[in-house]
C-alpha cells in the first residue's frame, strides 16, 4: 500500500468533513432549512444514496485497513459512507423520518461537532502527520 494514499485520502475526507461539520455549526439559520429541505425529497435522498455508495466504494478500495492506527478513521468513515447510501436507499422512509428527528432536536449540534472534530484530525494527520 502506498502511503501517499492514506494521506491524501485524510487530506480530501479531512477538509470534506470539516467544512461540512464548520457550517452547520458557524451558520445553522442557512444549513438547516437546507438540510430540511432535502429530506423532504426522495429524489435527492435516493440520489444521494447512490453517490455516498459510490464514495464509500471508492475509499474502501483504496483504503480498507482495520489496524490500531489513525488512518483507520478513513477505513470507518469509508464505511460509513457506503452504509449509509445503502440505508438511503432500501430503508429511504426510515432514513428521512431518522434525519428529521435530528434536524429538529440537539442531536444537530452534536453531529456538526462530530463532523468538525474527526474532520479536524483527518485533516492535521494528512496534511501535517
Given amino acids: 500500500m502506498d502511503p501517499h494514499i492514506i494521506y491524501c ?4 475526507i479531512g477538509v470534506y468533513l470539516f467544512v461540512f461539520g464548520a457550517s452547520m455549526l458557524m451558520v445553522p439559520e442557512k444549513v438547516r432549512p437546507v438540510m430540511k429541505d432535502f ?4 429524489m435527492l435522498v435516493l ?8 464514495v464509500g466504494m471508492i475509499i ?3 483504503y480498507n485497513v482495520w489496524i490500531w492506527h489513525w488512518a483507520v478513521l478513513i477505513t470507518i468513515v469509508g464505511w460509513f459512507f457506503l452504509l449509509n447510501g445503502l440505508a ?3 430503508l ?8 428529521k428527528s435530528i434536524l429538529s432536536g440537539d442531536k444537530y449540534y452534536w453531529m456538526g461537532w462530530i463532523l468538525l ?9 494528512g496534511f501535517f502527520g
Fill in 88 to 90: 438511503r436507499i432500501f
Fill in 117 to 125: 472534530i474527526v474532520g479536524a484530525y483527518l485533516g492535521s494527520m
Fill in 60 to 62: 474502501i478500495t483504496m
Fill in 92 to 99: 429511504m422512509d426510515k432514513f428521512m423520518k431518522e434525519m
Fill in 9 to 12: 485520502l485524510a487530506q480530501i
Fill in 39 to 42: 429530506v423532504q425529497s426522495k
Fill in 47 to 54: 440520489f444521494t444514496g447512490y453517490l455516498s455508495v459510490l
